[in-house]
């Protein structure tokens, strides 16, 4: 995949709102909720996802996404779902691949029979398992690469094609790789969600969500999306402005250091088994290869039973053991008590979840900082007869 050169122009740059008073060097922020109707916006209203800095950040989206549009969203899963309610309704069917968001496949539990949408949850998604599950009233496949916690990955371009020669909608959650490291557009997905509160956030304090697209796919979203009120407040569309303008330097340094970092967990006798897309070792490296510019930020290692996973995570002094992830700072957690603890454990063991299983978000802290901190868990966390 070739990378683009011009990534952190397009943070700093795309989608510019200028501040045409003053000249200041960053965006104005437009806090009103009420405009004049005769002005030159047409009934500009938050819920429209239409006031400026909206329309100014979902520009820079799209830019960075190499689509033609996009929307903000209040969280990930505001977008996820408006997502599903626009493109699916009553008596559709939808393919899901199985490794996905924990708050995904609890939405398809909880909401999809109630409203008359089937699904099918793929545990592998390839031609041959797509094929198997289609039916006669197959709208959507949906699919999240690297996927949440496993760092399991897909074909993208295999998925679109499949998709296009049956004429069905594509969806993918690209929230691990980040629009810095993969951009599905160009492989021919037609909806990219994001959950923005991770990487274009980036500091941990932000909760929202995007969509990109095509413009024709765009307004059949935004149709549905301003009846379900899912739109971001402008103080904190400013505020993930000003973090996507340093995601291109951000998640670069987090994609090196969680290579190297990966290289060195996999060699470490305390650590049964790394989860990265970008060691050799890694079942799908290859496809890694082919859709991705670099390996992200994200992975999952699983301890050994002679480690106690509960004392480790204590030990940590400079890892943080905390919800969410693709913040500054490095965090760790367990997805059995936190991202997938909606699924039953049946669930969780079909999909490789156990619990020694910890989900490992790089920050930009220096290398050596992190391994000398794991180091030191490790060794107070080993149970000893």
Sequence with gaps: MKKNKNQNYTCVHAGELKDPIYGGATAPIYTSTTYDYRGPGTNLYPRYFNTPNQVALAQKMAALEHTESALIFGSGMAAISAVFMAFLKTGDHIILQRAIYGGTSHFADAEFDRVGITYTMVEHVTAESLQDHLQENTKMIYIETPSNPLLELVDIEMVSAFAKANSLTTAIDNTFASPINQNPADFGIDLILHSATKYLGGHSDICAGTVSGSQKHMELLWKTAKNYG???????????????????????????????????????????????????????HKIAKKQMSAYGGMMSFELKSTVDHNEFLEQLKVVKPALSLAGVESTILSPVQTSHSLLTPEQRAEQGITDQLLRFSVGIEELNILIDDIEQALEKSRIRN
Excluded: C, M
Excluded at 245 to 251: A, D, E, F, N, S
């Design 230 to 284: 899912g739109s971001l407040s402008d103080v904190t569309v400013h505020l993930l402005e000003r973090s996507i303008k340093t995601l291109g330097l951000r998640v670069k340094q987090q994609s090196k250091t969680a290579l190297k970092l990966a290289k060195f967990l996999e060699r470490h006798p305390d650590l049964e088994k790394v989860n990265y897309p970008g060691l050799k070792s890694h079942p799908q």
